[in-house]
């Protein structure tokens, strides 16, 4: 099925919520997201306008399969824990990315993960944390994070990383450069 969100979905309490559409379905976001607690696990594509925002132990996770792309379009917010863990998405021109703390991860620890995260030109916003653990960020946007925390992956494309102190760790990923970053 498809599920068209125009209006405030929230989630609250302690656990996981996972919202998932049969193979062919989508979920799309033109409203707000709002997890207050746990986390919001969304298990489809979508091209949305509105606001994920999180607060307090919140976190909305996104996961796609490889062939589908999920993308925040000019207008979106993302706000809070936002996490990526596989597929393609985009962060397209005139989103927002103010407060938000990004990471991209692996969801099955000792594999090389699947996940793909596009910053575009125009973004607007400063991070509080960038988290990558696994696969790659890419894109041509000048991206400003509070903290850069690098334990794995690709960071590559034109524009540039600017960071206000970070971590780049030793681990079981390897760790590729291939864009400017500024610290």
Known sequence: GT?????????TGTGNA??????GGSFTNNGTVDVQGGALQIWKLGTHTGSFITSGNGIIRFFTLNA????FASGS???????????SHTI????SVAGASLTLFDPVPNAD???NLTIANGVSGTMNQLSVAAGILTGNGNVSTGNLVW???????GGTLTTNGGTISSG???KKLNKQLIN
């Open 77 to 87: 917010q993302l706000a809070g824990n936002i996490a990526f863990a596989s597929g």
């Open 113 to 115: 993960s699947s996940v």
């Open 3 to 11: 599920f068209l969100n125009n209006g405030l979905l929230r989630k």
């Open 92 to 95: 397209a021109s005139g989103a």
């Open 151 to 157: 334990n794995g992956g690709m960071l590559t494309g």
């Open 172 to 174: 079981i990923y390897s």
């Open 68 to 71: 589908q792309q999920n993308t």
């Open 18 to 23: 996972d919202l998932v559409t049969d193979l």
